[in-house]
């Protein structure tokens, strides 16, 4: 039943097309129709021909001038048919099935970061260009072969018995013998072609894996051990494929064997009907073409069922992943944010990951319109968890979040998304130009904008220098391009997209002292004017901020300027102490001094 609900869901898939299909199903109907009538004509003339001796010449001349006219006219509809029925459906299916990679992208995109923590990037390229490839097939063979041959078993075929009901019989019995067996192998196979396409999923993901990271491969001299794993898992799925393949193979051998044996079977039974006065030689010659019409196809609809069984998993696979549901739906009535102010404001938020702990409790604190907030706090107190709960990757299970009065749970998630621009510690570039990468942050961007923007960043000189300028390929992650150089691309793309709320994450801690100095040039002219969440280890980087706030075990624990904080002695004087007494330890700690010889 999960098989036919699956198919049925592959159908469905052709919503938009649902004219074109209907369409290609009623002309299936005629084909099927048309080949039908070939058999029974055929057998007309021959009923003709062997009563020739009854009939006097012209009359036969007559009877079998209009049989093979209209047997003319039907073989040249039918191929008419044909080429109609394969033109629209080679367009239906391509156009549909980039309209599925469509829906799959888009619907990947937005989902938000707690899917894409559990399932790799590779897996997921995997299911999109096999899923539709898959849908692709199943709809092209469906509507330009195989529809016709459903049609003809379930409606044309029980139309034999008015020809002659005991040939019509054996016919039938025969038929049914077929799908029966092929009804077995489906049950016998799918299973284990589930286990074959789970293990290519891995192997997709492991491959994508190590490419990602092919530096870290080759510098821990993993390529052997990576290659070992390849191939372990490449052992499991032709262990698990190989006997799928020999029951179908089974399947293939009968179904060549299955158009001798019907053949044989109803010319036996005719020629015995035939003796006996319970058949003509017409109706013979119509049942065994029947016979060659009916097994030829049920052979080709044995190869698409198999295919079907052997691309089922990853069809589910496809619409898993297009079931699968936000963490953060949006409302219904959601309204579309303006550009804020930046009125920040955390009312007793709390929030823990589903099934697990506790992150945040009881979390308050303003943030008013301009101002700046440093996060800190060992790693682990809930600092990014509270900015991305600002950002709705997630919602509170407590509590409340609002910009300029707005709860972010009532608003689109495209509209608070604009007001908010985040600087990652990592810069997270697009294989693209530098261009490409700028205009993330506004895509209707000048190139004065993008020059205005640079130079704030301190970019522009160093964009310049490169071999096409704003038109330089940047690498997968900007590996063409040093850390600094990614970060103030990051802070461009961020100032061109002007929001109200920037959030700073740990966007200085990946850099030397130099390259920090340039950037935490730009970043002051990033945040000026606009409400700023400063997460931070390096308290250094927070000495400005109008507030700070001492994240501790998912809760608030202190709150101040760095001077207040300071002199109450607590956590963060505790954080500053830690840090100076690390930056102030001696690079020879733990060497001998060096005594000098004594003068002569």
């Known amino acids: ?12 898939q052709l919503g938009p097309d649902r004219k074109v299909a209907v369409g290609l199903a009623l002309a299936n109907v005629v084909m099927a129709a048309l080949q039908f009538l070939e058999p029974v004509l055929f057998g007309r003339v021959i009923d003709v021909l062997t009563r020739a001796e009854q009939l006097d010449r012209h009359a036969v001349w ?64 995997k299911v999109m260009l096999v899923g539709s490839d898959n849908l692709f097939g199943q709809w092209l063979g469906f509507f330009r072969e195989h529809l016709s041959t459903i049609i003809a078993a379930l409606v ?23 799908a029966v067996l092929t009804a077995i192998v489906i049950r016998k196979t799918e299973a284990a072609q589930g286990e074959v396409t789970r293990f290519h999923s891995q192997l997709a993901g492991n491959a994508q894996d190590a490419l990602s990271n092919v530096m870290v491969v080759q510098s821990f001299t993993r390529m052997a051990s990576e290659m070992a794993n390849f191939r372990g898992i490449m052992q499991q799925v032709l262990e698990r494929q190989f006997p799928v393949l020999n029951w179908w193979a089974l399947v293939s051998v009968l179904t060549r064997a299955a158009s001798t044996i019907a053949t044989i079977s109803i010319f036996m039974l005719g020629t015995m009907l035939h003796l006996d006065g319970f058949a003509t030689v017409g109706e013979i010659v119509s049942f065994m073409g029947f016979a060659g019409l009916l097994i030829g196809k049920l052979e080709g609809a044995v190869g698409f069922v198999a295919g079907l069984v052997l691309h089922a998993p990853a069809l589910r696979e496809f619409f898993d992943v297009l079931d699968a549901r936000s963490s953060v739906p949006e409302a219904p009535d959601a309204v579309v944010l303006p550009r804020t102010s930046g009125h920040v404001v955390f009312e007793n938020v709390g929030f823990g990951y589903p099934h697990g702990p506790r992150i945040l409790s009881e979390v308050n604190f303003e943030a008013p319109p301009g101002k700046t907030v440093a996060l800190v706090g060992q790693t682990g107190a809930g600092k990014s968890t509270a900015m991305a709960l600002l950002q709705r990757l997630w919602d509170p299970v407590d509590g409340r979040i609002s910009l300029d ?190 005594v000098a010889p004594p003068a002569h």
């Not at 039943?1 to 469905?12: A, C, E, N």
């Not at 992208?105 to 790799?120: C, E, R, T, Y």
């Not at 990051?490 to 994450?505: F, Q, T």
Request: net charge neutral.
């Open 62 to 125: 007559v009877q079998a001038l209009e049989l093979l006219a209209l047997w003319s006219s039907v073989g040249l509809s039918s191929i008419g048919a044909n080429v109609s029925v394969a033109l629209l459906a080679d367009r239906m299916s391509h156009r549909n099935r980039l309209v599925a990679m469509a829906q799959f992208f888009q619907h990947v995109l937005s989902l938000p970061l707690s899917f894409h923590g559990d399932i790799q990037s590779g897996r997921l390229m």
């Open 405 to 594: 009065g707005h709860d972010v749970r009532a608003v689109t998630l495209d509209s608070l998304r604009k007001n908010i621009g985040v600087v990652f510690q990592e810069s997270m570039l697009f294989n693209r130009t530098i261009r490409d990468n700028l205009l993330v942050g506004k895509p209707d961007a000048t190139q004065e904008e993008l020059e205005r923007a640079c130079r704030m960043a301190e970019a522009h000189d160093f964009i310049t220098r490169q071999q096409n300028g704003y038109d330089t390929l940047v690498g997968e992650r900007g590996a063409s391009l040093s850390g600094g150089q990614r970060q103030r691309l990051a802070i461009a793309r961020a100032l061109l997209k002007d929001p109200p709320v920037l959030i700073l994450d740990e966007a200085t801690s990946a850099l030397d002292a130099a390259t920090e100095a340039r950037v935490s040039k730009a970043l002051k002219a990033l945040m000026e004017g606009r409400t700023t969440f400063i997460i931070a280890h390096r308290l250094s980087t927070v000495k400005d901020a109008d507030e700070i706030l001492v994240f501790d075990a998912g809760r608030i624990a202190e709150r101040g300027t760095f001077a207040e904080l300071v002199q109450m002695d607590g956590k963060f004087a505790e954080l500053v102490k830690t840090q100076l007494t690390t930056a102030l330890t001696p690079a020879t700690a733990g060497v001998a001094p060096v």
């Open 1 to 12: 039943m999960d098989f036919f609900k699956l198919y049925t869901r592959v159908l469905g």
């Open 156 to 178: 044309l075929l029980p139309l034999t018995l008015f020809l002659n009901w005991r040939l019509a019989l054996l016919l039938i019995g025969l038929v049914v013998l077929f």
